[in-house]
Structure formats: C-alpha cells, structure tokens
C-alpha cells in the first residue's frame, strides 16, 4: 500500500510550489486530484490541477457520499474524491494532497498513518506580498485569504512536520528530506 502526504499551508504560503517540485523528484508520487467549484486560474487544467465543476455537480457527490472530506471556504467548496485516492494507493502509489487545515486534520482522523506537513510562510507580511505579486485573486478574494491565514497558522501544532519557506530552494531541500525518509520506512 502507498501512504498518504499532505501539505497544508496558508494560500501564498509557496505551498503548490513545492509540491510541484517534490512531484517531480519523487515520481512514486501521485497528486490527488480535488474537485473545486472555484474558477480556473490562468495556467490551471481541468483534470491536472483540479476536477472544475459546478456547485450543482459538488452538492450531488456530497449526497453521494463521494468524498473523504471536504470544506467550503473563499465562498467556494473544495473536496478530497475517496475514489481517486483509494484506486491509486491500492496500485502501490503513495498520493500527495494538498488540502486546507481542517481537511488535513480530517485526513488524518481517517488514515492515521498519513503523514501532514505544514508549510509556513516566513511572516504573514511576505504571504500579504506574494499573494498580491501572484496577482491570480481579485482584490476580494485576496482579503479573504489574508483573513483565514492567521487562523490556519494556528493549527501548525497538529502537523507531524513544520516546514518554514523562506528561502525556495532551502524549503524544497527540507521537503526532500522528509520525503526520503517517509517514504523509505516500511510499515
Ligand atoms: P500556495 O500554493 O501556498 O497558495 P504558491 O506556490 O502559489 O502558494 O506561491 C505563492 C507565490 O509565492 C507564487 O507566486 C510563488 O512563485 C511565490 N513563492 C513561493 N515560494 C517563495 C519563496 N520562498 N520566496 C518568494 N516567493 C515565493
Ligand atoms: P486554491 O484556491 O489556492 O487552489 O486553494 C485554496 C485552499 O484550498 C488551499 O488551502 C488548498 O490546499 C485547499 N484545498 C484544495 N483542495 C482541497 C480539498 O480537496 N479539500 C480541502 N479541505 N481543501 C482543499
């Protein structure tokens, strides 16, 4: 069986980032596809970066009990599909998500052997200037990402792994090296 990863971090926290770069290094990894009623960003696909669908379409796998957890947050909902996680650990792949603090701790609740790695920003000043550098937000939703950031730094305590980005390539070494190591421990 493979294991489960999780990063969470505040949005701008350098989060996908890493994982992207972690993606690539380890390729006994798999990302889990969420699904999202959130609108594309510019270089996102639908089915690469996120299932895109229609809150219509998210409220129905709610009902159908589709999925491990999900959350709703920034006025939109966010979930982890139970189908594509299970198939893919079966198959001996060890899968990487990338889920909000809450989710995290859900995952966690349901598989206790997954291992949740906090990204931190360096300070919530730098998150502020990267977010708005990234300029992928209107300025509304921006808000309510510095908003909710403060209250997911609050959570760092319950991950197994506290990860500081303050410099990338520095971040992405000390991911590596937790990968390295959880990823060789038979269990
Ligand atoms: P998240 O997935 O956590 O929302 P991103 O990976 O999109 O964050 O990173 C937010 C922005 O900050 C991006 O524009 C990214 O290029 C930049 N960034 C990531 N890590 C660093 C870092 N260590 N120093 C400066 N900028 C960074
Ligand atoms: P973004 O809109 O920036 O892609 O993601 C916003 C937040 O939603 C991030 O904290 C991201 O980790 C979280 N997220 C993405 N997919 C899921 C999911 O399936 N479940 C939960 N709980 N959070 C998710």
Same mark, same amino acid.
């Given at each position: ?31 889990? /596809? ?11 696909? +639908? ?11 998210? =409220? ?27 198939? =893919? ?16 701790? =859900?995952? %966690? %609740? ?22 708005? +550098?990234?300029?992928?937000?209107? !300025? ?5 990402? /510095? ?12 991950? !197994?792994?506290?990860?500081?980005? !303050?410099? $990338?390539?520095?971040? %992405? ?7 390295? =190591?959880? $990823?060789?421990?038979?269990?």
């Amino acid at each position: 069986m493979g294991k489960i990863i999780i990063f969470s971090a505040p949005s701008g926290s350098g989060k996908t980032t890493i994982v992207r770069s972690a993606l690539k290094k380890f390729p006994e990894l798999v990302f889990s /596809i969420s699904a999202t009623t959130r609108e594309k960003r510019g270089v996102e696909k +639908d089915g690469v970066d996120y299932f895109f669908i229609t809150e219509d379409e998210f =409220k129905n796998k709610i009902e159908q009990n589709e999925f491990v957890e999900w959350e709703s947050f920034y006025g939109y909902y966010y979930g982890t599909l139970k189908s594509f996680i299970n198939s =893919k650990m079966k198959n001996g792949k060890s899968v990487v998500l990338e889920v909000d603090v809450k989710g995290a701790l =859900k995952i %966690k %609740k349901e598989y206790p052997d997954a291992v949740a790695i906090f990204i931190r920003p360096p300070s919530i000043e730098e998150l502020k200037r990267r977010l708005r +550098d990234r300029k992928t937000e209107s !300025d509304e939703d921006l808000q309510k990402r /510095i908003q909710r950031a403060e209250m997911e730094i609050g959570y760092q305590k319950y991950f !197994d792994y506290v990860v500081v980005n !303050d410099d $990338l390539e520095r971040a %992405k070494k000390e991911v590596y090296e937790i990968l390295n =190591k959880e $990823l060789n421990t038979e269990d």
